[in-house]
């Protein structure tokens, strides 16, 4: 089975609001990242990971995870159980237009996000209204039953936040971000934090799921592929995303993703 590489973005362009569905074994954007719209991400079964900037939550109930234009998020589930996720996102001037009672709403996704623990109830409500946004093609009425859904989030002040995810994985992890084309070395990554090597290594797995290793040769393959997809040569994709040769890039890609990326390439394009 080929895995679904497109991180960090929506096959189909949007502009104001876009609901997305997703149910698999992965995330879709299993690296530490951030985006220039709100998300609203309803997770509804899986046994999933969530790292924020200073916050952590590990569970496989129901949940929300908010995060405002931004802000840096991670999440992640176990491959081995199945993840559905329902996501909401919607641009700035979506609700902001609307007068300062309905941009107050927009703390609901706090400062550096916020993960909510929901009811199955709650959760099957949330499913309905955002299905009623979905269907919707007046705008107006699309606009105001999205503030509806954001009002009864606002009144669930329940955050989940069961352990405090330590400064240095978050800037681990956007280091990988800025630097993956370079040769990243845990010792000189850690004495850069500030901490041992053993204990980034210990942390980064257990907030993560992957050891630093791990995530450093997907988060280099997913920049890869997007290259080649854009019309790159092996040998350019693999300079510049971190591999001593094109040979290395591709046997990496097989191990990780069962298949050669011109494979993988060949059957996106089906």
Known sequence: MITDLDNLEYKKSWHELYIDYREGYST?????????????????SGRVKVLLSGSASEGDGPRLVLTSPN??????????????????LFAPQFIETYGAEFSALLS??????????????????????????????????QKLISLYLLSLISETQKDELPKEAPSYVTEALRYINEHFGE???AGEL??????????????????????????ILRYRLTKAIKLLSCGETEQAAAENCGFNDSCTLIRSFKKVFGVTPAQYIKARKR
Not at 28 to 44: A, K, P, T, V
Not at 130 to 140: F, G, H, N, Q, W
Not at 193 to 204: E, N, P, S
Request: aromatic letters at 10%; hydrophobic letters at 35%; one cysteine or more.
């Open 190 to 215: 850690a004495w850069r934090l500030g901490i041992g090597r053993t204990t980034l290594m210990t942390a980064f797995k257990s907030y993560t799921g992957s050891t630093l290793q791990e995530h």
């Open 108 to 141: 609901v996704f706090g400062k550096e996000g916020r993960i909510i623990t929901v009811t199955e109830e709650q959760c099957e409500r949330y499913v309905e209204i955002a299905e009623r946004i979905k269907s919707e093609t007046d705008p107006v009425r």
């Open 183 to 185: 040769k990243i070395v």
């Open 71 to 88: 802000t840096p998020h991670f999440v992640a589930c176990d491959p081995q159980v199945l993840y559905r996720r329902l996501n909401l």
């Open 28 to 44: 879709n954007m299993g690296n530490f990242h951030m985006h220039d719209y709100y998300e609203i991400s309803l997770i509804l």
